[in-house]
């Protein structure tokens, strides 16, 4: 009896040692059925049918991605002249060859062509011929034998009429609907967006301004500079920084949510901004508008 408790009987240990081998085994065995239903699929063959579609799904998936990738390299024709701070940005123009070219342009003069840009602005030849390509210039610039005062006679009958053979320029901040709708291409709808906007964003600063009205094509915009531009600043109700709520910020033209959020927080970490330019120092603060934004703000 005593022989056959000493082939049964385990101390704590053995029980111990027992138990934790039974757990190893189970794991073990969990460990091969993984492996070997892993290697299952892997080897796992389609029929024909199956590859072809397959192959198809790749191939329309290659196609989309391409199409898509065109889409976002295509540049519509657009007018040189009047490239806004935002578009000089996304067409790799550095902020002095934007500056360059809004400073001619603030002269009341035009670029006619690719070479006179790239003599105005100086950007680099690598980015030139990238751009040219995309250039639209006005019909009369691109005939020799016509000149600007012939153009302007053809165009039609309910354009502005020119007084002593030369055009008038007048403030745009000064024009009213019925003038703005006697320019080729504006109507009555035009003319009320123009007006709209100038009161949103207290009066145009900028020409190029006016290429930020909903649904006015460039060539429209051109037309209207030949006959109203920014000739005087208008006065533009400041706010400080410091102390405006961030409601107030948020209401200022050029400034969206996210970017209330930036200034907000820039200020509390700074605990008072001493100048506007101090915003060039915030991450992700768009440079391309901080001339737009510092109209509306100061710092007290």
Do not use: C
């Amino acid at each position: 009896m005593k022989l056959k408790k000493s082939h049964f009987w385990y101390n704590k240990n053995q029980r111990n040692g027992i138990f934790y081998l039974l757990i190893l085994i189970i794991f073990v065995q969990l460990l091969l059925f993984v492996f070997r239903y892993t290697k299952e699929i892997k080897t796992t063959e389609y029929t024909e049918e199956q590859k072809e579609m397959i192959r198809e799904i790749d191939s329309l998936q290659k196609l989309a991605e391409k199409e898509l990738e065109e889409k976002k390299n295509q540049i519509k024709p657009f007018n040189p002249n009047f490239i806004s701070d935002y578009k000089g940005y996304l067409l790799g123009m550095s902020v002095e060859e934007i500056k360059r070219l809004q400073d001619f342009r603030e002269t009341g003069k035009f670029v006619n062509s690719a070479k006179e840009f790239q003599e105005i602005t100086q950007v680099h030849d690598t980015l030139l011929i990238a751009l040219e390509k995309h250039f639209k210039f006005p019909e009369w610039t691109q005939k020799s034998k016509t000149t600007k005062k012939d153009f302007y006679s053809k165009t039609k009958s309910n354009n502005l009429p020119l007084k002593n053979n030369s055009l008038t320029v007048k403030g745009i901040n000064t024009a009213t609907k019925e003038e703005l709708q006697k320019i080729n291409g504006i109507g009555e709808k035009l003319a009320e967006r123009i007006l709209t906007y100038k009161n949103k964003i207290q009066g145009y600063s900028y020409n190029d301004q006016l290429s930020e009205v909903w649904g006015l094509r460039p060539e429209v915009v051109e037309n209207i500079l030949e006959y109203y531009q920014v000739l005087e600043q208008p006065t533009i109700q400041k706010i400080d920084v410091n102390g405006a709520s961030f409601k107030e910020i948020l209401k200022i033209p050029y400034v969206d949510y996210e970017l209330t959020k930036k200034i907000v927080k820039y200020r509390e970490s700074v605990l008072r901004i001493n100048t506007i330019e101090e915003f060039k120092k915030i991450e992700g603060f768009p440079i391309e508008k901080f001339d737009r934004i510092a109209l509306y703000l100061d710092a007290q």
